[in-house]
C-alpha cells in the first residue's frame, strides 16, 4: 500500500489562488507517476495533471494549462498542485493518485492505471 494524504482545499473566491498537497510516508515517490484528478457534483471524475517521479516531466490538462502548476519536493515525498487564477468551474473533489509503473505521459491521463489513490480535498471557488 502506498499512503497518500491529499490536503490543501477549501473555499477561494474567483481569481484567487489555492495550494494542495499529496504526502505520501514510509516510501517516497521517485518510482511513481503522481497524478491530480477532480470530480464535480454530477460529472465525472477527470484528469488535471500529473508528474514524473523525478519530476522532470509534467502534462496539464487543456483547462488548466497556464494556470495550474504541479511540483514535487526535493525529499519526493510531497508532490503540490498549485492552482491560481481559479474560476467557480474548478470546483470539485481532487483526488491524488500513484501509478507504479513507468509510463509514457501520454497515458497519464487514464484513470485505470493508477494503483493508489488518497481520500481527496474540496476546492471551491465562488463568483
Known amino acids: 500500500q502506498v499512503p497518500l494524504v491529499a490536503s490543501g482545499g477549501g473555499l477561494v473566491q474567483a481569481g484567487g489562488s489555492q495550494r494542495l498537497a499529496c504526502a505520501t510516508s514510509g516510501r517516497t515517490f521517485s518510482r511513481f507517476t503522481v497524478g491530480w484528478f477532480r470530480q464535480a457534483p454530477g460529472k465525472d471524475r477527470e484528469f488535471v495533471a500529473a508528474?514524473?517521479?523525478?519530476?522532470?516531466?509534467?502534462r496539464y490538462t487543456d483547462s488548466v494549462k497556464g494556470r495550474f502548476t504541479i511540483s514535487m519536493d526535493n525529499a519526493k515525498v510531497t508532490v503540490y498542485l498549485q492552482m491560481n487564477s481559479l474560476k467557480p468551474e474548478d470546483t470539485a473533489i481532487y483526488l491524488c493518485?500513484?501509478?507504479?509503473?513507468?509510463?509514457?505521459?501520454?497515458?497519464?491521463?487514464?484513470?485505470?492505471?493508477?494503483?493508489?489513490w488518497g481520500q481527496g480535498t474540496q476546492v471551491t471557488v465562488s463568483s
Open positions: 493518485a500513484a501509478d507504479y509503473i513507468q509510463r509514457d505521459a501520454s497515458v497519464w491521463d487514464r484513470q485505470r492505471l493508477y494503483d493508489y
Open positions: 508528474i514524473s517521479g523525478n519530476g522532470g516531466t509534467t
